[in-house]
């Protein structure tokens, strides 16, 4: 089990726990991204994640180490699904594990807002009467004022 | 020279492809490559201050020279997660 991937496989958050945690660890905090029903008065059917695989393992691994930088010691891994997925199932999952909660909370949270900044992953949206790519932040890893945004939130 | 550029999204779906391989000029930039593929697909144009850009599979500027056999690939905005 790798800490970063991008995989077409089926997402599972215990492997990633186990994965983070040791026994200087006194917190686990997790995140689930599921794919829901509905955007924006539309009626979503499902989902299908693209992504440029080699470059967004390097925009998580780089997430990562700047989670490590602001909460040192703490121990992330982090699965992004691509492909075809079906309502209720899971996009994301990212585990943190830290001596302390405040950490394992604020890089937990770190990680996903990061993730919707600057990894090249894209979310094409199937609903009843259409599809749509969906478009959100312009990705550029060297917006300091957007990492900073990303911190702020971890830490609210 | 010739350099491989990698669309992505709905930018792959104006071109009906995701991978495409485009002549440069010595010392063309990630720019100029970009302003050939809007010429050649004039629907990429409202992209144009919206999307990111890589050689080979690193974050570039849009200034950053490009070399031959190099990986263009133009990014529209990301929704990850």
Known sequence: MKPIAVTADVLELEPL???VSNSGHGAVATFIGLVRDNNVDRRVTHLVYDAYEPMALKALAQICQEADREWPGVRLAVHHRVGHLAIGEASIVI????????AAFAACRY???RVKQIVPIWKHEFFQGGEAWIEGATANPEDEAARLEAVRRACA | MRVTVRLFAR???IAGTGDLSREAQAGATVRDVWQGLVTEFPEMARYESSISSAVNADYARMTAGV???D??????PVSGG
């Open chain 1, 17 to 19: 726990i186990r994965l």
């Open chain 1, 95 to 102: 585990a943190a594990a830290s001596a302390h909660r405040s």
């Open chain 1, 111 to 113: 990680v996903i807002e």
């Open chain 2, 11 to 13: 930018l792959r779906d």
């Open chain 2, 67 to 69: 070399s031959d056999g």
């Open chain 2, 71 to 76: 990986e263009i690939a133009f990014l529209p």
